[in-house]
């Protein structure tokens, strides 16, 4: 947690030498520059703009901008970031990028969806990508061009997070038994009530219901309900104490395993885990690899492999294939979305339950198992993806 807090200092005291528009970057994360570079004839230039979550996020942000770093040294692009520190950057960051000639640029998420589509939209002849997220969306504002539409020159990418957080739902839900076989539980909370997000809770309880199914046991879901919708969000995805606060409200109310979806505000729930004795999640990347001081608490990581659909797309827009109106479906079979190992706590998973699990993960691929969450509960997750 110590090397996380410097960490979220060191990019304090970055941004306060950023432009105006959020300043921008190599493919150096710490070397910041004064904006987008202008993109020079003879290479093919890609930009990346981050939401608010910041470039250094252990998570959903970093993962995405690892996949454009890995097409610099891959396929020779010249890549980019500026970091949005606020939403009302999120134009002016793209535009930036645009002015300056790039022949890519990519979104990140949800929260860059209608600026995405007007951005776009003034620049036809630039390739934008767009990750959590595909056009069109009835929910943007009227006169947006995704709302109805396509944006012809936009990709989307989309993931299928429902398997992998079935898994974990399936998996913690047996953990849980074991930590308190008296009145086991899983708890969640999210930075903010959007589909990208509820997702996870909608998958994990998805799975929690069918091991109760399999196991006769009641195992309850804390901090969201496939049925009503509701749940626990901290209203933002930096705030490292509304973080804390959550998962201490979680294990108050009887919570023995935790997930926090929302990149940093998860971290602190390690902690709250450890001293009340139970096992905490992560998601988008693996936790036990990302997030300092939960190695001996994590039980297990709800992987979106972004930094794969990252590299996939610039790939398919440096090679001519790039299509836009089309969104790229990451899944369980492609390697789009995964659970991660148990590490530290695998001698802790019975035999057993790891067996379970695997059977589940293969009848997913197979498409025996065709309904993690989202087939049932299609209003809490993001559209196109069944």
Request: hydrophobic share 40%.
């Amino acid at each position: 947690m110590k090397k996380l807090l410097a960490v979220l200092a060191a990019l304090v005291i970055a941004s306060m030498a950023l432009t105006a528009c959020g300043g921008g970057a190599s493919a150096d994360p710490s070397a910041a520059d004064a904006g987008a570079a202008a993109c020079g004839a003879d290479q093919f230039c890609v930009g990346f703009v981050t939401d608010t979550g910041g470039i250094n996020d252990d998570s959903f942000n970093e993962t995405q901008w690892n996949g454009v770093v890995r097409a610099q040294k891959e396929l020779g692009v010249q890549a980019q970031y500026i970091q949005s520190d606020e939403a009302t950057q999120y134009t002016p960051n793209l535009t930036e990028f645009a002015s300056q000639g790039y022949d890519m640029i990519m979104a990140s998420g949800f929260f860059l969806g209608a600026d995405t589509a007007t951005v776009a939209t003034q620049y036809p002849d630039i390739k934008f990508a767009i990750f959590d997220y595909g056009y069109p969306d009835p929910f943007l504002p009227d006169g947006n061009p995704g709302k109805e539409a396509c944006v012809p020159n936009v990709m989307g990418q989309v993931f299928k997070t429902d398997q992998a957080a079935y898994l974990a739902g399936y998996v913690a839900a047996g953990m849980a038994l074991q930590l308190d076989p008296e009145d086991p539980a899983i708890g969640y909370y999210g930075g903010a009530k959007i589909p990208t997000v509820t997702i996870f809770g909608v998958g994990a309880q998805f799975g929690m219901d069918k091991y109760n199914e399999v196991h006769g046991t009641n195992v309850r879901f804390i901090g969201w309900d496939n049925e009503t919708g509701e749940g626990l969000f901290t209203g933002d995805f930096v705030d490292l104490t509304k973080g804390k606060e959550s998962a201490e409200s979680l294990f108050d109310e009887g919570a023995d395993i935790f997930m926090g979806v929302g990149g940093l505000i998860g971290a602190p729930g390690f902690d709250v885990a450890r001293e009340r004795g139970g096992y905490g999640m992560w998601v988008d990347t693996d936790g036990y690899l990302s997030v300092d001081g939960s190695q001996d608490v994590i039980l297990t990581s709800i992987m979106k492999n972004m930094e794969v659909s990252s590299l996939a797309v610039v790939t398919a827009a440096v090679e001519g294939t790039f299509e836009g109106c089309t969104n790229y479906i990451g899944d369980m079979a492609n390697n789009g979305v995964a659970l991660a190992p148990y590490h530290d706590l695998d001698s802790k998973v019975p035999a057993d339950l790891k067996a379970e699990v695997e059977e589940l993960k293969a009848q997913i691929v197979s498409g025996e198992i065709s309904d993690t969450g989202c087939i049932s509960f299609p209003d809490y997750c993001p559209g196109g993806l069944y």
